[in-house]
C-alpha cells in the first residue's frame, strides 16, 4: 500500500512522498513515489510553505527513488490539508511534464526534418580554410 509521509532525512531535508508500507519495518530501503522537498519558514509575518521536486523530473523516466533507510530519520503523518495540497502540485508538475515531453519530442522531429534537408555542401561551406580566424 502506498501513503503519503513527510521523510525527514538525517540531512534535516524534509521530503513528502508516496512511500510503500509494506514491509517498511524490515526493509533496508526506502521507496519515494513522487517526492517533493518541503520548504517551510516562520516568520513574524506568518508562515510559508513551497513543494519543489526532490528529483530532476525533466531528465528522468519516473519520478520515483529509492533510498537507504538508514538515511530517514523519522517518517511522519501529514495533516490532510497538506496532502491535498502536495497532490494539486503533483498534478499541476505533472501536466507541466506532459506538456513539455510533448515540445521536446515536437523539436526533435523538427531537428530530425532539419537534418534531413540539409545538404553536405551546405555544411561544407561553414569552413573557410582561407581564414586564419577561429570564431
Known amino acids: 500500500m ?3 509521509k513527510i521523510v525527514r532525512l538525517k540531512s534535516g531535508q524534509d521530503v513528502i512522498a508516496g512511500i510503500e ?3 517498511l ?4 530501503e526506502l521507496k519515494l513515489f513522487s517526492p517533493m522537498t518541503i520548504i517551510f519558514r ?3 509575518s506568518g508562515s510559508t510553505l513551497m513543494m519543489l521536486p526532490w528529483l530532476p523530473v525533466e531528465l528522468i523516466e519516473e519520478n520515483n527513488a529509492t533510498i537507504f533507510a538508514d538515511e530517514v530519520m523519522t517518517i511522519i503523518q501529514p495533516k490532510t490539508k497538506l496532502i491535498s495540497y502536495y497532490q494539486d502540485v503533483i498534478n499541476i508538475h505533472l ?6 515531453e510533448n ?3 515536437f523539436i526533435d522531429d523538427e531537428q530530425n526534418e532539419m537534418y534531413e534537408e540539409e545538404d553536405e555542401s551546405d555544411l561544407i561551406n561553414f569552413y573557410d580554410p582561407k581564414s586564419d580566424l577561429l570564431h
Open 103 to 105: 515540445i521536446l519530442d
Open 25 to 28: 519495518e524490515s526493509s533496508s
Open 2 to 4: 502506498i501513503d503519503i
Open 21 to 23: 508500507l509494506d514491509n
Open 95 to 100: 501536466i507541466k511534464w506532459l506538456e513539455a
Open 42 to 44: 516562520r516568520a513574524s
